[in-house]
């Protein structure tokens, strides 16, 4: 298979050649003479168990965030050093696992990282805008979050304990019980929380262009196209229930991502369609998700705490849905090309 990120490199060389035409002349190296560019989101920003940990293992910086050199804000990084928009682009990744909207620009977090945690537990962080440090200077900003705020990753979980007992969580989250949002609910409050935090990041940084990130297919169109008997798909999520996921719950997510950032006038990368066929169902090496279970390095947990959850029984890491080095690459390339197209504005 093709390697995603060469894909756009043509359009990729036009670009660089058209910023370097219309960039003043001046020092690449003065700190005012370079872009700075801000990296918000969530693990899917993040990255968690692809590439070598930022900061590294054993480094007293180290924050429970769980940044990876692979992701995709560092494969951009080394792409735009490599092929300069006109002048260099400075990265400032303040990116976090488990990261809700709120965690963006309104409220303290408290990493949960299982690697290496101190004995008292990750201490809290500043709300991202605040960890970034934008201002005025801020020439891009790209986000990548939303999934948690439902929280996805808490249905996936009850969707396979539902599976277990031969329940539907598509019947637990239309018609919940008490104290349980609906899934229309749910992304009702994420459009207003959506809204709210982009609005604040425009205030931070009023003269940045702000490119919001969507998730990948990481469902397949059909979900009987999955074995119920495979931790390194979707385990035991009912067919029915991969269906909804995806159609009811996944595909409105990004709608109401990309709905919203159009209201404000800001550019949406899409990397669903591009992802398609490459979901957490697809044998290794076709696909761009893990699934429950799947491959990730040695300081990767196997077992996720609090649940009987063991993937090291199988040989695996706890995943958890989550792209892996290929699902990076791809998206990578979208948003790199939509930086360069924003930048060529400024």
Request: glycine residues 10%.
């Amino acid at each position: 298979m093709r390697h995603p990120v060469p894909r756009v490199r043509a359009l990729t060389v036009g670009l660089v050649l058209a910023a370097a035409v219309l960039s003043p002349a001046g020092s690449a190296h003065a700190a005012a003479d370079r872009y700075e560019w801000a990296a918000l989101g969530d693990s899917y920003t993040a990255g968690g168990f692809v590439g070598d940990p930022q900061p590294a293992l054993g480094d007293p910086a180290r924050d429970g965030c769980d940044r990876t050199s692979d992701a995709y804000p560092g494969l951009v990084e080394r792409e735009l050093a490599e092929f300069p928009p006109g002048k260099p682009v400075h990265l400032t990744n303040v990116s976090c696992g488990n990261a809700t909207i709120a965690h963006i620009a309104k409220e303290r977090q408290k990493p949960i990282s299982p690697v290496e945690p101190p004995a008292d537990g990750w201490p809290e962080v500043a709300p991202q805008i605040e960890r970034a440090n934008l201002g005025s200077g801020t020439d891009i900003v790209t986000i990548g979050v939303g999934g948690n705020s439902l929280p996805f990753g808490g249905m996936l979980l009850k969707c396979l304990e539902d599976g277990i007992a031969g329940k539907s969580c598509r019947e637990h989250y239309t018609n919940p019980p008490a104290g349980e949002e609906s899934i229309q609910d749910k992304l009702a409050r994420v459009q207003d929380e959506y809204i709210e935090m982009l609005a604040q990041v425009h205030q931070a940084a009023p003269d940045a262009k702000v490119i919001t990130v969507g998730y990948p297919a990481v469902l397949p169109d059909e979900g009987s196209e999955c074995n119920r008997l495979s931790l390194t798909e979707l385990g035991s999520i009912t067919h029915a229930d991969v269906d909804w996921l995806r159609d009811d719950v996944l595909k409105q997510l990004n709608n109401t991502i990309q709905r919203v950032t159009n209201f404000f006038g800001d550019r949406y990368v899409d990397v669903y369609s591009s992802s398609v066929g490459h979901d957490a169902c697809r044998p290794a090496g076709t696909k761009w998700v893990e699934g429950i279970c799947g491959d990730a390095p040695d300081y990767w947990p196997s077992k996720l705490a609090g649940t009987p959850l063991n993937c090291g029984l199988i040989g695996k890491r706890v995943t958890l849905v989550h792209p892996n080095a290929a699902g990076y690459a791809n998206t990578a390339a979208h948003v790199e090309r939509a930086i360069r197209i924003a930048l060529l504005d400024r």
